[in-house]
C-alpha cells in the first residue's frame, strides 16, 4: 500500500499514542479515547467473516447417510442436480470469503485467514506479514 494510505496513516498515529499513554495522563486519555474506535473497527471487519455450515453432495439414485428419504425437508437440490443432506454439515467455512475470494477452494475452512488475525491480535498472539 502507498504511504499515504488514510487508513495506515491513523493506525500509526494510534499506535504512537499508544506509545505515549503513560507519559501522562494526557496521553493516557488520548490513547484510551481510540479504543471504541478500534473496537468497532474490529467488529465491522469481523461481522462478515462468520462460519457457513458445508453440507454433503450425492447423487440422489444412492441412499443418504442420514436415513432420511430424499424428499424428506431435510434434503435440498445442489446446482449440480445433486442432493444437498442438510441434516449435518460436513463442516464450516468463512461465508464471506467463499462469495469474494477468485479461488473460493481458498476458504474451504472456518476459522478463515482473516478471522484468525484478528483473534492472534487481539489475544496478543504474535502475527507475522498477515499470516496467521
Request: aromatic residues 6%; negative net charge; charged residues 30%.
Amino acid at each position: 500500500m502507498a504511504d499515504d494510505d488514510p487508513v495506515r496513516l491513523e493506525l500509526d498515529e494510534i499506535r504512537d499514542r499508544a506509545a505515549l499513554a503513560y507519559a501522562s495522563p494526557k496521553g493516557m486519555a488520548e490513547s484510551g479515547a481510540d479504543v471504541p474506535r478500534l473496537v468497532e473497527t474490529i467488529t465491522a471487519l469481523l461481522d462478515d467473516h462468520k462460519p457457513v455450515p458445508l453440507y454433503a453432495a450425492g447423487p440422489r439414485d444412492k441412499p443418504c447417510d442420514c436415513g432420511h428419504d430424499f424428499d424428506a425437508g431435510c434434503h435440498d437440490e445442489g446446482g449440480n442436480g445433486d442432493s444437498l443432506c442438510l441434516c449435518q454439515p460436513e463442516g464450516f467455512a468463512c461465508g464471506w470469503c467463499r462469495e469474494n475470494l477468485i479461488d473460493p477452494t481458498d476458504a474451504e475452512e472456518w476459522p478463515c485467514n482473516t478471522y484468525t488475525i484478528a483473534a492472534k491480535a487481539l489475544f496478543g498472539e504474535e502475527v507475522r506479514d498477515g499470516q496467521a
